[in-house]
């Protein structure tokens, strides 16, 4: 209790007595950075139009075997720089992204014994900012080990936030907290706040590479503080310098809509290394998969396997009849028989099982215009995997194989590393330094053969996808397979918390369109027909999944008509509401079309909007093609009421959407004459 006083007390003093020795605004001076020093020791602090978002908090390290970088600091150099372009996507939300921001890079040496120096860099936008460290080169700091970071957030205004646990069993995959902010535990990124001022200010980082994965741990009050992913060898991060630490980011808006419109994570990383990206192809797919998770089929070999040659015919039938691009066959190789949760090394990613020929489906989808998806499920003996890295992906790009969805399934903190293959096997967490290192190996592997990546059970995602195209998504949370046999199954405000959270960070594979609304033994979906329809829209991923079974679209073609049609790839994308945890809507714009799309989608409780349709073009006529909830629809009684209707709309028209409990409502807006 002393200690914890005294820490209180300094604290006090810091932020009472510290000199500001720099400081940088945002280009249109909405937000403002300042560093403090007090006896020593470095501090920042953030306002936005002149009100306290983050009150002054510490910055510095912990290092192993080594003074902490903390204390006896001086300011030595400092810089600005202003920095306003453009850039294109291959692909994603928008097209063209604006980077626009102010920088500040400030030298802090110690002025007592090893006089060691470190850079810290602030890169602030009027809608959020980003920081991060970087250790030049210099003889008394060359083989860097940190213990952990003694980054610090300190929210000023009383805070709600949505979270997750970090440090646990499940990895990503829990349902969202809401709770005060005092009252977060350890929390995985992006956790987003909301404060008692209505200001939404969303913690990530960006440009994880070979680095540990940042937590953050609640230290006092609304103090957060960064907690690394730990490693088999005791520390967290082994770097030589010269380096620089993953950008510790803030998205700040007074809507919260404005936090999904941010480019700010994709903008803090390095631009396309790959070169001609024409190969990665954003798709929908089908695939033997959901009948897994619902156990009418299997992984194993057996009278119940999934994948064999006569049934991956029928889905790339099905997949070419509906203009689907992709076939995922999970299953497809040796390994799968017997206990492969967290015991992955019976896998062969090389060869297929006998009931399984590649070189025949291969072909057959071919003729069929449709792509095979490929499926490496580790089994978390990530080392075993890497070693069979090369033939796996020559083998998949033999047979026309672009696309891989790569699984690791344990528990956390139960990674297998194996440096040697007769040497001792240590346990690593998916989102340690070591995985970080892997996930980039497996991206920069696949891109050499032209084959994109589609990770599960991943490690989180930081806008990597800006830098290597080939990284289309990852899972990373709780997606649909939790609705075929989660206990509980996904609840109506999930995909709501989702779009705030965890799809603040990049693309998920959250496998939406289950229009049987059924799972495992008759298990209910918390949604209605037309939120799954919807989810296409607000679950944004440059790969679609139609999860259900092919007979289940074909009982219900007037939904699966939406699913056909709605695209992955987007020109622009706007929020037109929301309310974080209650509901969401969100309008894109096809790339390939004049067409837009909107999906809207809401919690347990029903809605009516009223919503201005501004964002279509002027001067222009659009068949509005409506999937909506019926008028008596509710997720727990009637989930299958459904209307499909059309009408003809400008820009200067008001939609009313009308969503049921659970429910959600899906438009295309079909572009027609001016």
């Known amino acids: 209790m002393r200690l914890l006083i005294l820490f209180a007390l300094s604290f006090a003093a810091f ?38 978002v983050i009150n002054t908090s510490r910055l510095g390290f912990q290092l192993r075997n080594a003074e902490k970088i903390e204390r006896n600091l001086a300011l030595t150099s400092q810089a600005t720089r202003s920095v306003d372009d453009t850039w294109e996507q291959p692909w994603g939300e928008r097209r063209v992204v604006r980077n626009r921001y102010n920088e500040l890079r400030a030298r802090l040496t110690e002025t007592i014994n090893n006089k060691r120096a470190i850079d810290v860099v602030f890169r602030v936008y009027d809608d959020g900012l980003g920081f991060r460290y970087e250790f030049p080169e210099q003889p008394q700091l060359t083989d860097v080990i940190i213990d952990d970071e003694l980054t610090e957030f300190d929210v000023a205004q009383a805070a709600t936030a949505w979270w997750i646990p970090a440090g646990e069993w ?7 907290n809401e709770t005060p902010l005092r009252e977060v535990g350890r929390a995985h990124t992006p956790i987003t706040i909301r404060t008692e ?4 200010v969303s913690f990530h980082e960006a440009a994880l590479v070979d680095y540990s994965s940042m937590w953050l741990q609640r230290i006092e009050g609304q103090r957060l503080r960064a907690q690394l992913a730990p490693s088999a060898d005791g520390w967290k991060v082994r770097r030589q310098a010269p380096f620089h630490t993953p950008w510790r980011t803030l998205q700040i808006s007074d809507r919260a809509g404005a936090l999904v419109e941010s480019s700010l994570i994709l903008n803090l990383n390095e631009p396309n290394t790959l070169g001609d990206v024409s190969w990665v192809k954003p798709s929908k797919y089908v695939g033997v998969w959901w009948s897994l998770h619902l156990d009418t089929e299997s992984w194993a070999t057996g009278k119940k396997h999934g994948a064999t040659t006569a049934n991956v015919k029928r889905y790339i039938d099905f997949a070419a009849k509906h203009g689907f691009r992709g076939v995922l066959v999970e299953g ?4 799968w028989d017997g206990q492969w949760f967290g015991n992955g090394w019976d896998f062969d990613f090389t060869r ?20 095979l998806v490929g499926h490496h499920e580790t089994g978390c003996a990530v080392s075993h995997y890497e070693r069979q890295l090369t033939p796996a992906f020559e083998l ?10 790569t699984g690791y399934v344990c528990d956390a903190g139960q990674i297998e590393r194996q440096e040697a293959p007769d040497g001792p096997v240590v346990r690593e967490w998916h989102d340690g330094q070591w995985m970080s290192r892997h996930h980039l190996n497996v991206v920069q592997e696949a891109a050499r053969h032209r084959i994109a990546v589609n990770a599960h059970e991943p490690i989180k995602d930081t806008g990597l996808r800006r830098t290597y195209p080939n990284w289309l998504a990852r899972e990373g949370a709780r997606g649909m397979e939790y609705n075929a046999w989660g206990n509980p199954p996904n609840p109506p405000r999930h995909e709501v918390d989702l779009v705030f959270t965890r799809l603040l960070s990049g693309p998920m594979d959250f496998t939406p369109g289950v229009v049987s609304l059924k799972g495992r033994n008759g298990q209910k979906i918390q949604s209605t027909l037309a939120k799954q329809l919807a989810n296409y829209v607000v679950l944004y991923s440059p790969i679609q999944m139609a999860a259900d079974l092919p007979e289940h679209y074909e009982a219900r073609m007037d939904a699966f008509a939406f699913i056909k049609d709605v695209p992955v790839d987007w020109e622009d994308t706007r929020v037109l509401n929301a309310s974080i945890g209650d509901y969401v809507t969100i309008a894109r714009k096809d790339r390939a079309s004049a067409d837009w799309y909107l999906g ?47 009408r003809r709309v400008t820009s200067g028209d008001t939609l009313t959407v009308r969503l049921a409990p659970g429910g959600g409502q899906a438009v295309r807006f079909r572009a027609l004459g001016r």
């Open 352 to 371: 297929a099982t006998p009931a399984f020929d590649i070189e025949q489906l291969g072909a057959y989808a071919k003729r069929k215009g449709v792509h």
């Open 396 to 405: 998949y790009a033999r047979h026309g194989v672009d696309s891989v969805k």
């Open 15 to 52: 932020a009472t007595h510290a000199e500001t020795v720099a400081s940088v605004e945002s280009p249109d001076k909405v937000l403002r950075v300042e560093l403090d020093l007090f006896e020593g020791r470095l501090g920042y602090r953030v306002t936005r139009l002149g009100e306290p």
């Open 197 to 200: 001022g209505g200001l939404h």
């Open 600 to 646: 809207s989608v809401t919690d347990e409780h029903g809605r009516v909007f009223e919503l201005p349709l501004a964002f279509l073009e002027p001067g222009r006529v659009y068949e509005a093609q409506v999937y909506r909830d019926g008028d008596r629809a509710d997720w727990q009684s009637a989930p299958f009421e459904f209307v499909r209707e059309t």
């Open 332 to 335: 497809w190789n040796p390994g």
């Open 170 to 176: 499940n990895r990503y995959e829990y349902l969202y």
